[in-house]
């Protein structure tokens, strides 16, 4: 069972709507329990990064996020990877769950409009388990002003958009980031999310 972490920010359902097509079992759920006994975890979300840091805390979560993502297939969806790196600026500095060093910063591009918002072709950076069998040309859906400040080391992808903007980071073992909507991003979204399913033992 893949636990969908609802905290109270946006776009769950539409991930649960995609896993259902997918015939891949899924609840949505901001019962720590839940979350320990479930075979991975997605963090989804829509909003700022200090709300939804308030609300992981307020709901006790941060703590079993920081602990069952070491164990278990972990995905955070636009908000929900945001943060999951140290540290966020917007609105105001705030730490974030730490689950890949980074930051996330207002989108540099000051030719184009913020928020970034539409489709873009990911260009390939490290392999990553949940991106294989995609097209050549794979195009995914984003909606957000902020983005991550990465190393190298954990960008699986990314996309530009008058600078490199981090589409997909990993960690190199079970923790996963996309910055786009996967649920919201066709045959490539739902590509992604079957193989993070795939990755469940």
Not at 106 to 121: C, E, T, V
Not at 137 to 155: G, W
Request: hydrophobic share 40%; proline share 6%.
């Amino acid at each position: 069972m893949i636990a969908i972490v609802d905290y109270g920010a946006g776009n769950i359902f539409s991930v649960k709507n995609a896993l259902d097509y997918l015939e891949m079992e899924s609840e949505l759920t901001s019962d720590p329990n839940r979350i320990q006994n479930a075979d991975a975890i997605i963090l989804p979300g829509v909003g700022a990064f200090p709300s939804a840091m308030k609300a992981l805390k307020e709901r006790k979560l941060v703590k079993v996020l920081q602990e069952e993502s070491k164990k278990k297939p972990f995905l955070g969806i636009c908000l929900g990877m945001q943060v999951i790196f140290e540290k966020g600026f917007e609105f105001e500095p705030c730490d974030g769950l730490g689950l890949i060093p980074g930051s996330v910063e207002k989108i540099d591009a000051p030719d184009l409009i913020i928020p970034h918002m539409g489709w873009n072709k990911l260009e390939y950076n490290i392999d990553c388990p949940i991106l294989h069998g995609l097209p050549e040309e794979s195009y995914v859906y984003f909606v957000h002003s902020y983005a991550a400040v990465v190393k190298d080391e954990y960008l699986a992808a990314y996309v530009e958009y008058g600078t490199k903007v981090p589409a997909m980071v990993y960690d190199g073992n079970t923790v996963f980031g996309a910055q786009f909507h996967p649920e919201k991003s066709g045959d490539v979204g739902l590509q992604i999310l079957k193989n993070f399913g795939g990755l469940i033992k």
